[in-house]
């Protein structure tokens, strides 16, 4: 399967999908798996475009990935062109190689071979595809899974093709996600001049108390799967710009990665609590991202470690850590769901890159994992 992969790989990278515009790609992967015999069946919504492939019937087994990438920044910085797809030193260069063109190559070719080597296989084989995962992911998995669930066609396992061995490949599987919220909050005042403030009212000054226990809080203490729920002020902003103007309003944006620990109603009670409690005059939109979820060890975790540990010699670390991906709107549906690719040390960086032979070994493990999980449906 090697070389299919590698120059799946390379036809992909060669597509400069920048989110959520896929520039064919879906197309590319459709053409193959149609020629294998999967059904195929497009599902726009808004300027993302979704592909949900499957074959034969029964208990799903899928791959989820998605063909859209981040910007390149600075094309001048890097050593060769990103959407090329140059090999070098037996590493694939290219914006996606491993985030996450490189193991969505890798997931169907593997899929097609399987269908190819066993047409009368067990339960269904499905691919999950969408252009829209690197920026809002509003319009991309997460409407495919409400789609799937109102027509009651259900996933009941499914591996997730994102970058996740850190050091050397299989060392590390996930098999959950922290939850992530965020909070855009506007902190009010009265604007006047700096030489006059008993005639104005200074929300940074005000805001001050709040944002030492905001920031200092300790929300729990993490659990056996997950680590403490952590909070981050990612931006912040006020005054007019000029240096004798008291500001009028602060503006605040602040994340929380939050834990099973907690959860969503809690953590919009407690910061409601904190700002009545400073008698600041407010105004808060939440949005969240995601719920957290686990996948705990069973049919899918045990397999996928016991694959990893025969290829591999490696015996691979569960994990929760790390951002959010497209699992967390496939775990809800009851799903077991893991996440398993090439490592992510590249990855959104200059010079992205994965070592060619990690995508073969990609392909087989995917390969494996499917036959071991359909030979013998719940």
Same mark, same amino acid.
């Given at each position: 399967?090697?070389?299919?992969?590698?120059?799946?790989?390379?036809?992909?990278?060669?597509?400069?999908?920048?989110?959520?515009?896929?520039?064919?790609?879906?197309?590319?992967?459709?053409?193959?798996?149609?020629?294998?015999?999967?059904?195929?069946?497009?599902?726009?919504?808004?300027?993302?475009?979704?592909?949900?492939?499957?074959?034969?019937?029964?208990?799903?087994?899928?791959?989820?990935?998605?063909?859209?990438?981040?910007?390149?920044?600075?094309?001048?910085?890097?050593?060769?062109?990103?959407?090329?797809?140059?090999?070098?030193?037996?590493?694939?260069?290219?914006?996606?190689?491993?985030?996450?063109? #490189?193991? =969505?190559?890798?997931?169907?070719?593997?899929?097609?071979?399987?269908?190819? @080597?066993?047409?009368?296989? +067990?339960? *269904? $084989?499905?691919?999950?595809?969408?252009?829209?995962?690197?920026?809002?992911?509003?319009?991309?998995?997460?409407?495919?899974?409400?789609?799937?669930?109102?027509?009651?066609?259900?996933?009941?396992?499914?591996?997730?093709?994102?970058?996740?061995?850190?050091?050397?490949?299989?060392?590390?599987?996930?098999?959950?996600?922290?939850?992530?919220?965020?909070?855009?909050?506007?902190?009010?005042?009265?604007?006047?001049?700096?030489?006059?403030?008993?005639?104005?009212?200074?929300?940074?000054?005000?805001?001050?108390?709040?944002?030492?226990?905001?920031?200092?809080?300790?929300?729990?203490?993490?659990?056996?799967?997950?680590?403490?729920?952590?909070?981050?002020?990612?931006?912040?902003?006020?005054?007019?710009?000029?240096?004798?103007?008291?500001? #009028?309003? =602060?503006?605040?944006?602040?994340?929380?990665?939050?834990?099973?620990?907690? @959860?969503?109603?809690?953590? +919009?009670? *407690? $910061?409601?609590?904190?700002?009545?409690?400073?008698?600041?005059?407010?105004?808060?939109?939440?949005?969240?991202?995601?719920?957290?979820?686990?996948?705990?060890?069973?049919?899918?975790?045990?397999?996928?470690?016991?694959?990893?540990?025969?290829?591999?010699?490696?015996?691979?670390?569960?994990?929760?850590?790390?951002?959010?991906?497209?699992?967390?709107?496939?775990?809800?549906?009851?799903?077991?769901?893991?996440?398993?690719?090439?490592?992510?040390?590249?990855?959104?960086?200059?010079?992205?890159?994965?070592?060619?032979?990690?995508?073969?070994?990609?392909?087989?493990?995917?390969?494996?994992?499917?036959?071991?999980?359909?030979?013998?449906?719940?």
């Amino acid at each position: 399967m090697k070389n299919q992969i590698i120059n799946l790989a390379q036809a992909l990278i060669q597509r400069p999908s920048i989110s959520p515009d896929d520039q064919g790609c879906q197309q590319l992967i459709a053409e193959r798996l149609q020629a294998v015999g999967f059904k195929l069946e497009w599902l726009p919504f808004g300027d993302t475009l979704n592909l949900w492939a499957t074959h034969g019937e029964g208990q799903c087994f899928a791959f989820a990935g998605h063909t859209d990438v981040v910007p390149v920044g600075d094309e001048k910085q890097w050593l060769y062109p990103p959407f090329e797809g140059r090999i070098v030193d037996n590493m694939l260069y290219g914006r996606g190689a491993a985030d996450m063109k #490189g193991s =969505l190559a890798a997931m169907v070719v593997a899929a097609e071979t399987f269908v190819r @080597n066993n047409p009368n296989h +067990k339960g *269904k $084989v499905a691919l999950l595809i969408t252009s829209d995962e690197e920026t809002s992911a509003k319009d991309g998995t997460v409407k495919v899974v409400e789609t799937l669930v109102q027509r009651q066609e259900p996933i009941h396992y499914c591996v997730v093709g994102e970058p996740s061995s850190s050091k050397q490949l299989g060392d590390v599987i996930k098999n959950g996600r922290r939850g992530s919220i965020t909070a855009d909050l506007y902190i009010e005042g009265i604007q006047g001049h700096v030489a006059y403030p008993h005639l104005a009212e200074n929300p940074v000054h005000k805001a001050l108390p709040f944002l030492a226990e905001l920031t200092h809080y300790q929300w729990d203490q993490g659990n056996e799967f997950f680590p403490s729920t952590s909070l981050q002020i990612a931006n912040i902003k006020a005054g007019t710009g000029s240096n004798n103007v008291i500001p #009028g309003e =602060l503006f605040m944006q602040f994340n929380l990665r939050y834990c099973t620990e907690v @959860n969503d109603d809690l953590i +919009k009670q *407690k $910061v409601a609590e904190m700002l009545e409690k400073y008698g600041l005059k407010y105004r808060i939109s939440w949005h969240l991202s995601g719920k957290p979820f686990l996948t705990a060890k069973g049919k899918l975790v045990d397999t996928a470690v016991k694959v990893l540990q025969k290829m591999t010699q490696i015996t691979p670390r569960l994990d929760t850590g790390g951002g959010t991906s497209d699992a967390r709107f496939i775990a809800p549906m009851g799903a077991e769901v893991i996440e398993f690719g090439p490592l992510n040390a590249t990855i959104h960086k200059v010079n992205e890159c994965v070592d060619i032979d990690d995508l073969a070994t990609c392909g087989e493990v995917y390969y494996a994992i499917l036959a071991d999980v359909l030979a013998e449906p719940n």
